[in-house]
């Protein structure tokens, strides 16, 4: 099976460690996720991260319910994190969120390493659905961390 591989960078006028601490905090990922997805994080209570915290999300995708839980595999405040998925829609998601200085601000980068079981039926399903769907989320998602950050 084929993995994909989707990349976005955006500069937000804050320092890395205000950068860092708004993606660290899963709450947020409300705030950022469209809501045609109906996205809920649904881990109780606080959630400390870390590497090996787990969290626990519902959404609609396509009007099918989903269940996804991630594990933060690499935790290294104020600069990267990575969450995998193990449990979901995906054979494989591995998203890495890395923070850099620059002039003005500090570049977010995120890279998402993703591949769709099913053979044939997932290829066709990335090609028709699939990397359609990310881009839209993941536009969204740069349109709404813009404005929390202005």
Do not use: C, K
């Not at 990349?7 to 709450?27: C, H, K, V, W, Y």
């Not at 099918?64 to 290294?76: A, N, S």
């Not at 290829?123 to 990397?131: D, F, I, P, T, Y």
């Amino acid at each position: 099976m084929r993995s994909h591989v989707l990349e976005r960078e955006q500069t937000l006028a804050l320092d890395p460690e205000r950068a860092f601490e708004f993606f660290a905090d899963a709450r947020n990922l409300e705030r950022i996720t469209p809501p045609w997805l109906r996205f809920r994080v649904v881990t109780p209570g606080e959630i400390v991260m870390r590497a090996g915290t787990l969290i626990e999300y519902r959404l609609v995708l396509h009007r099918i319910p989903v269940r996804w839980l991630t594990r933060i595999e690499t935790w290294e405040p104020p600069t990267r994190f990575v969450d995998r998925q193990l449990r979901g829609p995906y054979a494989l998601w591995e998203h890495s969120h890395s923070f850099e200085p620059v002039a003005g601000g500090t570049l977010v980068r995120d890279r998402i390493r993703y591949r769709i079981g099913f053979g044939i039926l997932g290829g066709l399903a990335q090609l028709l659905v699939v990397r359609r769907d990310l881009d839209r989320i993941f536009d969204y998602r740069r349109e709404q961390v813009s404005n929390l950050a202005a």
